[in-house]
């Protein structure tokens, strides 16, 4: 199958064609095309999103495919059936690929051993977002035009951070130098990787910011948001230390004032809402990929 389970084991190869084929896409904006009309694709969320769940959407309208979204608040989910049993049953329909989401770890793996249909990464507990990291390094290669080299320093809540490791396994692969900053109680420690000081975060060419996942957290976690803006957040104090070139990229949904201040998420050097934009083609080329 065409799974995307993740970019640990994808080569630089591998990932570079799929952000050839979404710059392939964001040249050619036509609202729609015929490509997978007639394929059926199912968006499978077991936890809340807005942009991935929309952008798989959008991006599969686009290609032309009945599009069937499964929402696991409105579902058996709710009298109990398993993830496993309702993405069977969703197969069992005829489905031609599946996006999914979920919380819990490893399940991802087990189920792309048992399902058929290739299955779609959409998050996957705090393992990996492939799709976010995609978007993420078509954004830093538009931007730069080329990852090596690069200083990218991810901020704030590695620990349950899917996002920090899935940028943090294809970055390298391009030679770009990850750098991670955050306080202790949100490390990862299983992770290679140097931490390094607030100043010296917010001097790389990519200031990462990641949302704090309150939702994540055991108790007393985080202690004050305002003790955290002062520590680890993106003030418009450090926003105006950043080098001239350097850019500002948020996953989203942002905490504002919290890991970032509102005034920085449109500024000009921010590149928030054109990552979002950038998430339509490169979930096109991820999509595509998936069903030829
Ligand atoms: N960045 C991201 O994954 O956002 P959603 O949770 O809204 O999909």
Known sequence: TRSLLGLKDLSQQEIQ?????????EQHPSK?????????????????????????EVAQKR????????????????????????VRTLESMGI?????????????????????????????GN????????????TM?????????LKVAIIGDILHSRVARSNLYALRKFGAQVVFCAPENMQAAEL???????????????????????????????KSAEAYRESYGLTVERAAAMQPHAIIMHPAPVNRDVEIDS?????????????????????????ERAMN
């Open 96 to 124: 031609d690929a599946g996006v999914i989401r979920l919380k819990p770890i490893g399940l991802l793996a087990q189920m792309a051993e048992k399902i058929k249909v290739p299955l779609i990464n959409a998050g996957d």
């Open 17 to 25: 064609s799929i952000l050839d084929r979404a710059a392939y896409w």
């Open 192 to 222: 290679d990787v140097e931490y390094v000081s607030m100043e010296q975060a917010i001097n790389a060419d990519v200031v990462m910011m990641l949302r704090v996942q309150l939702e994540r957290h055991a108790a007393g976690m985080l």
């Open 63 to 86: 290609l032309g495919a009945e599009v069937i979204n499964f929402t696991a608040a409105a579902s058996s989910v709710e009298k109990g059936e398993s993830i496993y049993d309702t």
């Open 141 to 149: 290669q538009k931007h730069f035009g080329s990852l090596k080299g």
């Open 263 to 287: 005034e920085l998420v449109e500024a000009p050097t921010s590149k928030i809402f054109p990552q979002m934009s950038n998430g339509v083609p490169v979930r096109m080329a991820v999509v």
């Open 32 to 56: 729609t095309h015929d490509l997978l009309k007639g394929r059926f694709i199912s968006n499978m969320f077991f936890e809340n999103s807005t942009r991935t769940r929309t952008s798989f």
């Open 127 to 138: 393992n990996e977002h492939p799709t976010q990291a995609l978007l993420d390094l078509y």
